[in-house]
């Protein structure tokens, strides 16, 4: 039953918009209705995605358990390790992140965007104005997960595998750092950090694997201390102060009286 219609790849590709959007509306209308915010928060989604990997983790749900999904072979009749098919779908890939970026651009500069703006610094304050701040919260929760399930979609077929694993609370902290490393507040600097942590994931897993959970700790804390607005927020200020800093003036030189 979990499979039905999963040969249709139209269906299938429905449902990865559905099958996220649909959870995160659904947890999101009880958490944010709840007023559920800040660390509850996060501990709330953490248990959920622990719920989730132990019952993806049982055999009878018919998502191979432990050992997850392999063995992909083919897309749309296309050999999933052809040089050309890892091309296209780097391509797409790269189109999809694209396409997130310009959602999340009309969302930030409309209207709606400017309510989250608000509500992110002041909630109380724009519920008293006369906003429903948790519908704010669901929508942009629900995009974001369907966002996420493109992601995803996207991801498998490129690496061959997923298994509940990718359920670990270390994925989500390890977004997080994405973040705080390529910059707060900005689009563009979760795509530049994911890029640049994962870099250095694959530099040490390939040299000292051991000491890699060690090694996002410490980016962590140094990010926090010396960049705490990440990389593009701490070059975005340096580049106003050298803007805003007057012109060095020379006095002109008099000719002395005779």
């Known amino acids: 039953m979990t499979w039905w219609g999963f040969n249709s790849f139209s269906y299938a590709m ?9 959870l995160a509306f659904c947890f999101g209308w009880f958490a944010f209705r709840s007023r559920v915010t800040g660390v509850y928060l996060s501990i709330i989604t953490q248990a959920m995605t622990y719920a989730l990997l132990l019952a993806f983790f049982r055999n009878d749900m018919g998502f191979g358990g432990n050992n997850g999904l392999t063995d992909f072979k083919d897309i749309l009749g296309f050999n999933v390790q052809a040089d050309g098919t890892r091309a296209a779908l780097f391509s797409i890939s790269a189109i999809a992140l694209g396409v997130g970026y310009l959602i999340a651009r009309a969302v930030v500069i409309s209207k709606f965007g400017k309510v989250l ?21 669901v929508l942009v929760f629900t995009l974001s997960a369907m966002m996420a399930g493109v992601a995803g979609a996207l991801y498998v077929p490129q690496v061959g595998i997923i298994n509940p694993s990718e359920f670990s609370p270390a994925n989500s902290i390890e977004a997080v750092i994405w973040v705080a490393v390529g910059g707060r507040g900005t689009l563009v600097g979760a795509a530049l950090g994911a890029v640049l942590v994962n870099f250095a994931k694959t530099w040490f897993t390939g040299a000292l ?10 980016l962590f804390i140094l990010v926090t201390i010396f960049l705490p607005k990440g990389i593009l927020g701490t070059a975005g200020e340096y580049i106003t102060r050298l ?5 060095a003036t020379t006095t002109p030189q008099t000719k002395p009286a005779e």
Do not use: H, S
Not at 14 to 22: N, W
């Open 14 to 22: 429905m449902m990865v918009l559905l099958v996220p959007g649909v």
């Open 117 to 137: 703006i608000a509500i992110r610094d002041a909630e109380t304050r724009t519920r008293f104005i006369g906003y429903r701040v948790e519908t704010y919260k």
């Open 209 to 218: 694997p051991e000491l890699w959970l060690f090694a996002l700790g410490l």
């Open 243 to 247: 803007r805003a800093k007057p012109p």
